[in-house]
C-alpha cells in the first residue's frame, strides 16, 4: 500500500501563486509515476499534471499549460504541483495520485493510490 498526504492548498487571489506538495510512503518503490487531479463542484475529476519517473517526463491539461509546472523528487518520494497566473476556474479539490503503471497519463484508473484531497480556491 501506498499513502499520499497533499498540503499547500488555500484562499488565493487571481493571479496569484500557489504550491502543492504531495508526499508518498508506504510501497513506494511500485509506483512509476504521479499525477495531479481537481475537482470542483458539480463536476467530474480531471487531469491536471503528471510526472513519469523514467524521463522523467511531464503532461499536463492544455487548460493549464504555461502556468502550473510538475515537478518531483522520486528519491523523496515527493511531488510538487507550482501553480501561478490562478484564474477563478482554477478552484477546486486537488487529489494527488501514484500510479504501477502508467499507460494514459490523464486517465484516472490508471492510478492506483490516491490521497485525501486539498482545496484551492481562488477568488476574483
Known amino acids: 500500500q501506498v499513502q499520499l498526504v497533499e498540503s499547500g492548498g488555500g484562499l488565493v487571489q487571481a493571479g496569484g501563486s500557489l504550491r502543492l506538495s504531495c508526499a508518498a510512503s508506504?510501497?513506494?518503490?511500485?509506483?512509476?509515476?504521479m499525477g495531479w487531479f481537481r475537482q470542483a463542484p458539480g463536476k467530474d475529476r480531471e487531469f491536471v499534471a503528471a510526472i513519469s519517473w523514467s524521463g522523467p517526463y511531464t503532461y499536463y491539461a492544455d487548460s493549464v499549460k504555461g502556468r502550473f509546472t510538475i515537478s518531483g523528487d522520486n528519491a523523496k518520494n515527493t511531488v510538487y504541483l507550482q501553480m501561478s497566473s490562478l484564474k477563478p476556474e482554477d478552484t477546486a479539490v486537488y487529489y494527488c495520485?501514484?500510479?504501477?503503471?502508467?499507460?494514459?497519463?490523464?486517465?484516472?484508473?490508471?492510478?492506483?493510490?490516491w490521497g485525501q484531497g486539498t482545496q484551492v480556491t481562488v477568488s476574483s
Open positions: 495520485a501514484a500510479s504501477r503503471l502508467l499507460t494514459n497519463a490523464g486517465w484516472s484508473p490508471d492510478y492506483d493510490y
Open positions: 508506504g510501497r513506494t518503490f511500485s509506483n512509476v509515476a
